[in-house]
């Protein structure tokens, strides 16, 4: 699918079970990542999840194709797993896929990514913060653009997204026009003005306070607050 790189502000959530994609969807959230299993950092969550969350939400939804917890490496069985979960996401309503995938010495997996988005059309692609192990992030994203991946999820280094955040708006200003730098990685409504400040325009939080990952209701709010706020004083065309 082409689909245009815009210079908008984008607020995403991060939803690991169905209660928190209902917050997003009354907190007028226009996107989710739905995953579950917050602590291994988000795997397939299911067809019946899925299902469920396309009835209720009415944004934009991308579904985490992540068969198990550990490495993003990857065998032939393994693949053929994840094609039928982006094939079952996409047939169920979804508009995206979230997704990865590395070769053992740390680079981008070109075939397996090749044989996956060869298995979807209309599809909003999103590589997933895996793109953080790779052993030169500026080539895998300029990789990922000719790819053709819409978006890529990325906290700029080790830990935190805000501990980060020059290197986040280098990396926007970079790939403007290319592909999307989502900045992700524990982003709390009160780092959302120095993020903008710094020329990020898209924000993924999971915007939880449990150990089970499950938004809290309220922190969305401030999250949404905050974007808004800071989107109206500093669009995304002046950055």
Known sequence: MVRKIEDTCQLEICCFDLQSILFAEHAGIQ???LC??????GLWPGEDLVKEARKVYSGQLSVMIRPRPGSFTYSQDEVKVMQGQILMAMDLGADGCTFGALTADGE???????????HADNCIWTFHRSIDL???VEQSLDRLATLG???VLTSGGPGRAIDHMERLGDLTRQMRGQLEIVAAGSIRADHVEALREAGIQCLHSAASRREDGQADPAEIRRLKR?????????PADDE
């Open 31 to 33: 996107q989710v990542e």
């Open 36 to 41: 579950i299993d917050y602590g291994q950092g």
């Open 108 to 118: 981008l997996d070109h075939s397996v990514l090749g044989q996956l988005m060869e």
């Open 134 to 136: 790779t052993r030169d």
């Open 149 to 151: 991946i819409h978006r």
């Open 226 to 234: 905050s974007w808004c706020r800071s989107c109206i004083e500093k």
